[in-house]
């Protein structure tokens, strides 16, 4: 088997022109498998992160049996004593911070304007410092219970900025009217637009002075990691039977969660045309490689060589083909990555964005493996029946080919 190897290895270096036009094509390939799933990771990835120090956290916990439904009474269904809840999720392995919070709908007006919106009590001296995707384009963050923050698109239909006093008016969980004048803080701009048009945030003490109550819809969290989450929640769970967590993909699911799934199927089309270009070029340049051996295959079968042992060595070179050419084109893409991609990729605002990304490209461990072995394996595929049919022919046809 040695020596199968030794003459494989040596007849890569008998036509240096076959060789290097077979790794090119092999080398491109993997390269572009390798750049295209490290651009989608870096797609999803800076989005993720985004949102999750934006929103959402790495995961929320609601009562149980509470997300995902409507009630005529939700405040009937909120956490009754928040402070106990707290010190049973900070006790769960995996939890770092929580967040309190508390939503809900109301009027807001300012002038001749009122307009609805959804707004949600917060502890701003707890989350200012998770939370710093916010993206503030005036004014800043809560400080105190006098004051709002607003999305973008809700702030210019009610034509305030920061400084601006505005009056918000909501019903207690009794049915009575109930509102309050606060000073606009600040003005923010997720990229979000369902967020951006509709959503605003005040201190949770002042929410729950309008609502009238006590108790807390939720709490968001900050976790060891997203990687985490399935650990987490379940010493949760068995911290507080009561509450439910659900983590980010599942919060985040129209947008993200179904965005890894269109870019994950986009993906696997666009990898089988890649792979197929590499077959299809793969095997061009054998079949003609093998052409023009025909006489020294004929004359090694005049020989005695069986085609057994010529169907390995075959085999096996453009094994070496494949492999070393997958290893170039990693190192290509790692080249372009680290210099002309390395200041990122501007992208358009995407399905329920409304501001521009600028992507990196994010390779992961999987993806070196994949860019390896797609390219190597799709070589050794094509190879075969070139091959094939080379030793099918006779050693007098073979010596008549040179």
């Not at 390269?31 to 800076?46: H, P, R, V, W």
């Not at 009794?174 to 997720?190: E, P």
């Not at 299809?280 to 005049?302: C, D, K, M, P, Y």
Request: aromatic share 10%; glycine share 10%.
């Amino acid at each position: 088997m040695t020596e199968i190897f030794k003459i494989a290895w040596r007849n890569l270096f008998r036509n240096p022109r076959r060789t290097a036009a077979s790794l090119l094509t092999v080398c491109l390939g993997a390269a572009a498998l390798l750049i295209y799933q490290g651009f989608n990771s870096g797609i999803m990835n800076q989005y993720r992160e985004n949102t999750i120090h934006g929103y959402y956290g790495f995961g929320q916990v609601f009562p149980k049996g509470y997300y995902g439904k409507v009630f005529e009474q939700p405040w009937k269904m909120w956490i009754e004593n928040p402070e106990e809840a707290e010190k049973k999720l900070l006790s769960a392995t995996g939890v770092e911070q929580v967040f309190p919070r508390l939503s809900f709908y109301s009027f807001l007006a300012k002038g001749g304007i009122t307009l609805g919106g959804r707004g949600e009590g917060v502890l701003p001296e707890r989350e200012n410092k998770f939370f710093d995707k916010m993206n503030f384009i005036s004014g800043g963050d809560l400080k105190d219970e006098s004051e709002i923050i607003l999305g973008k698109g809700l702030a210019d239909s009610l034509d305030v900025k920061a400084g601006d006093t505005l009056t918000l008016l909501t019903q207690t969980i009794n049915g009575q009217l109930n509102g309050a004048d606060l000073k606009v803080a600040g003005v923010f701009h997720m990229g979000i637009k369902a967020i951006d048009d509709g959503y605003y945030r005040l201190h949770l003490k002042q929410a729950q002075r309008l609502l009238d109550t006590q108790r807390v819809e939720l709490f968001s969290l900050a976790t060891t990691g997203v990687d985490h989450w399935d650990e987490v929640a379940k010493n949760i769970t068995q911290a507080d039977p009561n509450l439910e967590p659900v983590r980010f993909e599942i919060l985040d699911k129209v947008y993200y969660q179904n965005s890894v799934d269109f870019l994950s199927a986009q993906f696997a089309f666009i990898r089988m045309i890649i792979l197929l270009i590499v077959a299809l070029g793969i095997f061009n340049t054998i079949a003609v490689g093998l052409l023009e051996r025909g006489g020294e295959i004929g004359a090694l079968r005049a020989n005695g060589e069986k085609r057994s042992r010529l169907f390995k060595i075959l085999l096996l070179e453009n094994s070496f083909l494949g492999l070393f050419g997958g290893i170039l084109g990693i190192l290509l893409a790692l080249l372009c990555t680290k210099t002309v991609l390395a200041s990122g990729i501007p992208m358009p605002p995407g399905p329920g964005i409304t501001r521009q990304y600028l992507i990196f490209i994010e390779i992961q461990g999987s993806h070196y493996v994949q860019a390896l072995l797609l390219p190597m394996f799709t070589a050794i595929i094509a190879s075969c029946w070139p091959i094939f049919k080379l030793l099918r022919r006779s050693i007098p046809e073979l010596l008549r080919s040179t």
